[in-house]
């Protein structure tokens, strides 16, 4: 199956009120970034053990461990959780920048270092959320 149909599976698998919070995500991100690269990503590991949740991802970035190694990854990533709904935006090397330039303003939030986790989209200030995402897709760190 290709990447578009496996988000579509993956996004219309939720119940109806997450489903529909996830799709209008899904295209707030691709609107800020209509060329972007997609991604999806299963949550199983190379054994086929499930590791994570199942993960939509948008645009690339090269992440680099420690040990020097690099791999391509997603800018910006989606996820359903069992409260709600997480946003990744990934490579801010300052784990204080989210928290403190978004956190209190996006509303009913949890925001750490590289996640925006909350439990509905009217919970939150989506204009703070798309920010975020915009500074995500423009962070080159």
Known sequence: MDIPKQIEAYINSHPEAKRNDMQTLHHMILELNPACQLWFLDGKNSEGKVV????IGYGQLNIRYADGTSKPFYQIGM???TSGISVYIM???DKTYLP???GEKLGKASVTGYCIKFKA???IDTEIL???????FNNQN
Not at 52 to 55: D, I, V
Not at 130 to 136: D, H, R, S, Y
């Open 52 to 55: 994570s949740n199942p993960n």
């Open 79 to 81: 996820s359903a959780n």
């Open 91 to 93: 490579g801010i090397k």
């Open 100 to 102: 403190k330039t978004f």
């Open 121 to 123: 989209l009217k919970d």
């Open 130 to 136: 798309k920010a975020t995402v915009e500074f995500g």
